[in-house]
């Protein structure tokens, strides 16, 4: 509970939920400044209520999150301490966190004045370096943006906080100012609705109870709010009047004062109905009957916060007209009633003001003679609904000039006619439509982002990505739109349209087809492209139309009948890749400044989207061709045969070290190698090469074995400060006279972290080389103990080497790529080897590669017959033994 607010229950015997009922007070201040810091406070107590725990806070501090790729974003109001009213990444726990005043952020945002506090290295700033968030490592990075309410005072901040240093470029702090903006509304709008809820509640109230007077008590404040005539009932004028629960006290009786309190505590604990009748004793020392009646209202847990009704004098009985009356007088929504005519039979004084009309103007007067504009509108539909059904009616309306507003109606049906309540809410849909614009600006900001990231990360192209962007921007921005794309050859073209209405695309894409040939020089795209700043184009017709030839492109412009346009370069360091032009037709009002920042947000984003990926792709074809250049075809033994394969990434993801390998020893044994150095760059394919070289190297002497060589390996990466990490598996085909002479061959093979290899034997068993434990890596521990291990096989085995992106990825676990591994290498057991292994990627990645995959397999064929013609030619860079040939 905010600090300076008291607990309730602490006075007498009542035991209020928020604040004491019956403390002594003193007489009201006058209404603060809002730029005061007596403003501010007001101006929080009145928006927290509604703003704890809002999901529409969560939704917009979500938004902020992903746009801005920080790890949480938080709104806080600042009142005598701070409190996280909303947020997204928190730790749990945080909603309702408050923080001593000299220990906030948030505050510090708000010395900035209306400027955003934009922290790189948090640590290092010694506007929050000492303050315990950044102290303790929780904040490395910041980016704060004042929240001001509609009256003009900074209630609070909208942060975004990042564990690590990181710098905020101007369209993050933008677009953090228009988030911003949006949860400034909502907070407001939230408030406008629970003042409107309780104006509502107790006119209701007011209606039930007959009253004459109004109250309004703030459980949370202690603040009792009455009207003229209660204040007059209980003998009080606005000086002596202290708006404290004290004025009913004091004025009741001693013998009702315990009846006043149990009703009050009752409505409170239960957030019920209060209904008390009570004596009260005026200083003149006549005794009087009042009536109250009231509602506790409840905050989102459940806990009682205000209490509303209506109190009357029950004295006397007046006569029920008069009563009520008194009471459509006094209350503070507008109501009148006409007769089955449509003749303007009463009008209290709220209706009079709301509709600009004294009582001798409208009383006989037929309403629809008065309010012409109102023939034909929902006014009229859902009046005669009710005469004509009996039944009640609520609604929304808006009347046109000179009244110039929004309406909630309620209106009844009766023997006389029809009696009508109403409420302008003007304020309340401004508000809301302002935060529907805002959402939906942020909404638009994802979205491009999304559909510029999806298809040029899966290689689906440009031209597919500035269509999605497109399809987009309308209608938020405009009623149609067209992208134009500058290719790397220095080309303009127009690669994407669309129009908010189905029935006119067509005519949007064939202007997209025309458009650029027939464009003066001085039409407002060239010029833009040109300079690369914004155009703005408030006449289309005089700017573009009349300077197009006559022909189809001019009649294709003259059907579509664009009024204003906007057209956005897109620019990424230094170069223009584009153009987004954006039109809307002469009944929708030109793009307002909100409306062009969020287009050239966009359009920036797009641009660098773009610029990135171009230079992804070209980094891509070095690092890949790098790779290919480095993976060479392998030998053929005779009747042994060897497939390789390597296959790049679907996805515009950096080349990775994936790598194969497979020579002879000068004793004719072959080797098969295969690595996966770690990382996903041209350093890793670099470092893929480095370590491909120096392990043919070290294996090509016959002596040692794969866990020699892989050793040698290790202590060559930290003797040279290679700084690489990568993980490998090597297997020798070994083969003396005497395992020919019985059809037999050793498989000796050793493992540095990588998936392990499986063993296809002749009579379809499959068997997983792995050690009884794991060994380490290559670049960890070059001292770690590494073993060979041996199995022999008979002809027809074939052995499989690959690596963790065949096996692995986002949308499938190791164990999960495994088990489909083992599976299809049983079914597809007797297919020729490279069938073998085209098919299993195929099953393995239907979808495509979400990472590189290498792979490298060996199949050995019966020695006493010739080589299989399937196998293909037998081929060697050169017999090791002139007499001999190679050997396994």
Known sequence: MPTGI??????????????????????????????????????????????????????????????????????????????VVGGDGLPTGSLGRQVPYGDSLCAVVLEQG?????????????????????????????????????????????????????????????????????????????ALGREFEAHRLRFELAIDAAEIGSFDWDLVTGRLVWDDRLVEIFGYDRVTFDESIDAVVSRCHPDDRELLKDSLQAAIDSCGEYDAEIRIVLPSGETRWVQGRGRALADDRGVAVRLIGAGFDTTAQRHSDSRVARILEVMKSA???????????????????????????????????????????DFEINYRDAVATGQERVFEAYYPPPLDAWYEVRAWPGPDGLSVYFVDVTERRRAAEMSRRSTARLSLVADVT????????????????????????????????????????????????????????????????????????????????????????????????????????????????????????????????????????????QADDEDVATAQDVADRIALALDNSRLYRQQRRLAEGLQRSLLTAPPQPDHVEIVVRYLPAVELAEVGGD??????????????????VVGHDTEAAAAMGQLRGMLRGIAYRDGPGPAAVLGELDAAIQGLGMGTMATAAIARVEQTPGDRAAGLTRLRWSNAGHPPPLLLHGDGRIEELAHPRAQLMLGVDPTSSRTDAVVTVGYGATLLLYTDGLVEGRDLPMDDGMARLRAALAELAERPLPVLCDEVIERLRPEGLQDDVALVAIRLHPEDRPRPPGAGTAWVPRPIDPRQGPAR
């Not at 790598?659 to 996966?676: E, H, K, M, N, R």
């Open 335 to 377: 109501f009148f009633s006409v007769d089955r005519d449509w003749r303007f039979a009463y009008v209290n004084a709220e209706a009079e003001r709301v509709l600009s009309r004294t009582r001798e103007e409208l009383l006989s007067g037929v309403m629809w003679e008065i309010f012409p504009a109102a023939v034909g509108s």
């Open 659 to 676: 790598w194969y390998d497979a020579f002879l020893q000068p004793s004719g044994a072959t080797v098969l190698v295969i690595g996966d």
């Open 6 to 83: 008291p607990q309730a229950g602490m006075l007498g015997p009542v035991r209020v939920t928020r604040s004491p009922l019956w403390k002594e007070s003193t007489v009201t201040a006058p209404e603060p400044n809002p730029g005061s810091v007596e403003g501010r406070l007001t101006a929080v107590r009145r928006l927290e209520p509604t703003a704890l725990g809002s999901r529409a806070l969560q939704r917009l501090t979500g938004l902020a999150t992903r746009l801005l790729e920080a790890d949480a974003t938080a709104v806080s109001l600042l009142g005598e301490v701070e409190t």
């Open 114 to 190: 209306d400027l955003p506090l934009v922290v790189a290295d948090a640590v290092t700033d010694p506007r929050v370096g000492a303050l315990p968030p950044v102290a303790d490592g929780r904040v490395g990075a910041f980016l704060g943006v004042p929240l001001v309410a509609f009256d003009g005072s900074p209630v609070g901040a909208l942060t975004a906080y990042s564990v690590r240093p990181r710098p905020w470029t101007d369209s993050e702090t933008g677009l953090l100012r228009q988030l911003a903006d949006s949860v400034a509304t909502e907070l407001e709008l939230s």
């Open 450 to 589: 999304s559909a510029m990231s999806a298809p040029l990360s899966t290689g689906a192209g440009e031209e597919a990505a500035l269509q999605r962007v497109a399809e987009a921007v309308v209608p938020v921005l405009g009623d149609w739109a067209v992208v134009s794309l500058v290719d790397e050859d220095g080309r303009t073209r127009d690669v994407g349209s669309w129009h908010v209405d189905p029935a006119m695309r067509s005519s949007v894409a064939r202007y997209a087809e025309l458009r650029l040939p027939a464009l003066p020089p001085s039409a407002p795209l060239l010029r833009g492209l040109a300079s690369g700043q914004l155009m703005r184009v408030p006449d289309v017709e005089a700017a573009v139309g009349r300077s197009l030839p006559p022909g189809e492109v001019r009649d294709v412009l003259t059907c579509l009948a664009p009024q204003s346009a906007v057209t956005l370069p897109m620019v990424a360091r230094g170069r223009t890749l584009g153009a987004l032009s954006i039109y809307r037709p002469a009944d929708r009002d």
